[in-house]
């Protein structure tokens, strides 16, 4: 439970993700692995999502360092 009201503190899951991509801080991380942990899934967090669309959140495991989704 609290791990989910971190994530809103910081703005959602992908707002997280993203912080996480920007200033690579450890604390950041974990939470993100956390919530992620929960799901079931992974995603890494250096992983590059543009234009990706998810209809659900539960068992995706896309691992680090990978571009996704329409380039612009």
């Known amino acids: 439970m609290i791990i989910k009201i971190l994530v809103k503190?910081?703005?959602g899951f992908w707002s997280l993700k993203n912080k996480c991509l920007k200033?690579?801080?450890?604390?950041l991380i974990?939470?993100?692995y956390a919530?992620?942990?929960?799901r079931g899934s992974y995603i890494g967090h250096n992983t590059v999502l543009k234009h990706a669309i998810f209809p659900h959140f539960n068992g995706i495991f896309i691992s680090?360092?990978?571009i996704l989704g329409k380039i612009v």
Not at 23 to 27: A, G, P
Not at 35 to 38: A, E, G, M, P, S
């Open 9 to 11: 503190l910081f703005g």
């Open 23 to 27: 200033t690579n801080n450890k604390f």
């Open 30 to 32: 974990r939470i993100y």
């Open 35 to 38: 919530y992620l942990d929960k």
């Open 64 to 66: 680090g360092g990978q």
